[in-house]
Nanobody, 122 residues
């Protein structure tokens, strides 16, 4: 499966942004998909995950209540709606796909997209 992330940009604190991740190639509705991010000087961290059928979602504590992950199966696209953005959300955001919800949650056996930069100014 190939993943293409898009939608990043420069916004102000409190603004909203929606990231997209288009999947192509060998896709499967039962793949888990998710978002990770890497801030300057920090390790890549988990942000959000959605199960293959979209019935289960999970979020990292720093983004709970502000970010929403979703999938459009007709378009083979995953989204991350980010509201109430904070400067600490500044990072390169990567989308990923794995054989299960758990694989995404643990960051194992994943296919990665190329990343999209989100910059939040204060």
């Amino acid at each position: 499966v190939q993943l293409q992330a898009s939608g990043g940009g420069l916004v102000q604190a409190g603004d909203s942004l929606r990231l997209s991740c288009a999947a192509s190639g060998r896709t499967a509705s039962n793949y888990g998909m998710g978002w990770f991010r890497q801030a300057p000087g920090k390790e890549r961290e988990f942000v959000a995950v959605i199960s293959g059928l979209g019935v289960r979602t999970g979020y990292a504590d720093p983004v709970k209540g502000r970010f929403t992950i979703s999938r459009d199966y007709g378009r083979n696209t995953m989204y991350l709606q980010m509201n109430s953005l904070k400067p600490e959300d500044t990072a390169i955001y990567y989308c990923a796909a794995g054989p299960s919800y758990q694989s995404v949650l643990t960051g194992s056996d994943l296919q990665w997209g190329q990343g999209t930069l989100v910059t939040v100014s204060s």
